[in-house]
């Protein structure tokens, strides 16, 4: 259950909000036969850190039927663990340190190919869910993450911690953790404009042709969607306007793709094109392997 209100609006309005709305969930629980477990049900008040700073001194706890919930700092949602700020950190840090217990583990088994599919069963697994909620955070936040899916490129070609994984990552057919965000992103928004999605998604977005009555104008022709205009950068980072980001980056010949498994075919490779061009091939090892270097490139001007 999920409520919003304004700071300037009087403490007996927001408890009641939310003694409206547990009252409601506890209602519905009810009439099915169901009923809300307290040691269970988790609170949490979300907020600039200014505004944080103005309900410290209140009572913020919740009633849900005859418990008094306490808010915690952080809470976890479907495998998400937000945080009060929704700076997205405890989650990176949680995720990466779970994969980083079950790599040091896969690393003392002695065959090396049961190693590699259990470490993209249990690691790469784990980065790949819910990471469209990492949409829009800076790069430091997310290198945790990152640091991971280098060392389970390390572990499958046996590198030492030194060595350096770009070339390991384009033979996987790996996208760094900030374009695979990108691409999820891209992915949902591929299945929103052909009605393959539920339908809350298709209501956050809007078509940039779909608030046009001329039909002669050259934007009602565009796959594009509209940006929403944002007060803040961190309106950046909700789905309805990282997705359309994506989205709009994308060129028309690839969005015109209906088919899911060729658009995400195409798409992978639009995203390697810039890795591609920073790497070359030299030679190939007694393994078969190729071996890859920096490019280089003439100097500019």
Request: some cysteine; hydrophobic content about 35%.
């Amino acid at each position: 259950m999920f409520l919003s209100y304004r700071i300037r609006h009087g403490k007996y309005r927001r408890h009641r909000s939310f003694t409206l709305g547990s009252s409601s969930s506890h209602s519905w629980c009810k009439s099915r036969r169901l009923q809300l477990n307290a040691n269970k049900t988790e609170a949490i008040w979300v907020g600039s850190r200014s505004n944080l700073v103005k309900t410290a001194n209140s009572d913020c706890s919740v009633q849900v039927a005859s418990s008094k919930i306490q808010p915690f700092a952080v809470v976890r949602d479907l495998g998400l663990h937000l945080g009060n700020k929704l700076s997205m950190k405890h989650h990176v840090a949680k995720v990466a340190a779970i994969c980083h217990y079950h790599l040091r583990h896969l690393r003392q088994i002695v065959s090396h190919e049961v190693a590699t599919r259990l470490v993209l069963e249990t690691v790469i697994s784990r980065l790949d869910y819910c990471n469209a909620a990492l949409a829009g955070l800076p790069q430091a936040t997310i290198a945790p993450q990152q640091r991971v899916q280098n060392s389970v490129a390390r572990l499958i070609f046996k590198l030492s911690s030194r060595e350096h994984v770009t070339s390991c990552l384009l033979q996987l057919h790996w996208l760094p953790v900030r374009w695979c965000v990108q691409f999820k992103l891209c992915c949902i928004l591929h299945s929103v404009s052909y009605g393959t999605c539920p339908a809350y998604l298709t209501n956050i977005v809007e078509s940039a042709g779909a608030g046009r009555t001329c039909s002669g104008l050259r934007s009602t022709s565009l796959t594009d969607y509209t940006l929403p205009h944002l007060r803040t950068k961190f309106m950046e980072r909700p789905f309805s306007y990282a997705g359309p980001s994506a989205r709009n980056g994308l060129s028309a010949d690839l969005c015109a793709m209906a088919d899911p498994a060729e658009f995400r075919k195409q798409l992978e490779t639009d995203f390697f094109k810039p890795l591609w061009r920073e790497l070359e091939p030299v030679d190939i090892n007694s393994q078969g392997r190729e071996s890859w270097k920096l490019a280089s490139f003439p100097p500019r001007g």
